[in-house]
């Protein structure tokens, strides 16, 4: 039955709709799973074992769905994801016995379409940082080297993914926090266009940046869940209403990538690129030039000042995100205050971590009277300029790619003393969320000395994910196939 829980999403989809498996069955080997692997790699924070038996059992009572497309699936969230029937904490002490009263968007699209969740994944609090190291609740450990980080901030979902602890899992994207632990732990990653899919209620980091997308074993399986969290959601503002495609239909639209350009930007091939991570890289850019790609020289020349620009605007916005936690309304509160400002002074010192406190302090500061024309309005301006730095490599390209991450994942406690280091690491993925753009995380092979997973990022044009996931998916059918990662056996 363990056996189950390691084949992909559609097989199992497939299989659960013609009768062959029960959604019990599929549910019980992926709880399986999770006891086996739990231990060691801490992907995640909360658990429903009997609510998610008895969810399967009540789909098989009545039996297969063909309209439901992820009916008796397994899946796991984000902890920044509001679920109304199990603690959503942000993986932080803040929020360590919050249970909200609704479900965010995406999860009521995942339960419309049959998924059976099975738990919340472990994240950096707040969803800042890149390692998940930042969890107020102990960091998760990367299935492939349980010494090392699985990345962040969605290290947890990408972590439970990769140990075949569950089929696909969601994770919120505010500057590379799905397609690098994706990167890290050997999965696919998709990070929707800023609009495509609803923030409703998402836990906000920067709303001007975060964007909910799916974590899975194949670009396939990231198509079908995209399809069902995709779309139009009058409660959030910057939800588009463009129509949504059928990105599962559009994988079956080429077999090949002849007529595709492929822009590869000469910036993305310095700023600290390790020499395995650049050799997996320009190694599937020749599988794709063998597939009939053109692979063209494209410029984006302010990427070098992409990490210094978004770091003032989330700053920015985390400090105005998190203002609302203060320990009046809901969350945590400090006991034996006597003042109001006592109470928000203790309450937030005592419940927030450090990484926490650094971003609403720089962020205050930035906001700040005599700052905010220096810093966050000129930040705002390189913004648009990045933009457009995207829109002109377009009129030369179909795609535009390059690397997730300069290395692969480091040991814990590695960066822990250097926290400016993690900012720079996200040199390749912070300009997608500045210009608003999909990317995606494609898995390449080991890496030939850290024997770790490396990972080509796919950058497509605005509301372009199936363009993006086909060319993925042709991709990844030539690739050579990972393996398993130790810590799932």
Known sequence: MTMLCQLSLMEIRDRLAKGELSAEDVTRSCLTQIERTEPRINALLSRRDDDALEEAKTLDRRGPDSSRPLWGIPLTLKDSLVTKDMPTTAASRMLENFTPCYDA????????????????????????GSSTEFSAFGPSKNPWDITRVPGGSSGGSAASVAAYQCFASLGSDTGGSIRQPAAFCGCVGLKPTYGRVSRYGGIALASSLDQIGPLARSVEDCALVLSVIAGHDPRDATSSPLPVDNYVAALKAKNDLKGIRIGLPKEFLTNGLSEEMESACRDALDLAKQLGAE??????????LATAVYYIIVMAEASSNLARFDGVRYGRRAEGVQELEELYVRTR??????????????????????????????????????QQNFETAFT??????????????????????????LYLRDVYTLPVNLAGLPGLSLPVRLGTQSRMPTALQLIGRPFGEAALLSAAHVLQTALPQLGSPPAAA
């Open 105 to 128: 968007f995406v999860v009521k699209r995942l339960r419309e379409a049959g998924a059976i969740i099975l738990g919340k994944a472990n994240m950096d609090e707040f969803a800042m």
């Open 396 to 421: 030369q390209c179909d795609i535009v790619c390059g690397p997730v991450s300069p290395l692969t994942a480091w040991h814990l406690g590695e960066q822990d003393q250097d926290p400016l280091s």
């Open 349 to 386: 010192s005592e419940a927030f971590g450090e990484e926490v406190k650094r971003r609403i302090m720089l962020g205050t500061y930035v906001l700040s009277s005599g700052y905010y024309e220096a810093y966050y309005k000129k930040a705002a301006q390189v913004r648009r300029l990045i």
């Open 295 to 304: 692979i063209v020289a494209v410029s984006l020349p302010l990427t070098h």
